[in-house]
């Protein structure tokens, strides 16, 4: 799994840690997608509330050369 640079500054910018971007791809829901880009990857949300404020994760399923892989593209905590 890889967390785009854009992933990485609004989970900063949020307070979202690695740990609970896997608890939402473990625990929560799919809520938006897939659906393929028009670069071929294939996009997703996922919902989950943590330390009950919603968390949703954007991620990309892409594959290179060794197989699969998921990149974060992003994060967002709404406020609630």
Excluded: N
């Excluded at 900063?12 to 997608?33: A, N, W």
């Amino acid at each position: 799994m890889f967390y785009s640079q854009h992933a990485k500054a609004r989970m900063i910018e949020r307070g979202v840690s690695m740990p609970d971007v896997m608890d939402c791809l473990g625990k929560g829901q799919i809520t938006e997608g897939p659906f393929q880009q028009p670069a071929g990857d294939w996009r997703f949300t996922m919902s989950w509330f943590r330390a009950g404020s919603p968390l949703q994760i954007v991620g990309a399923i892409d594959i290179d050369d060794d197989g699969t892989f998921i990149v974060i593209v992003t994060t967002i905590q709404k406020k609630g």
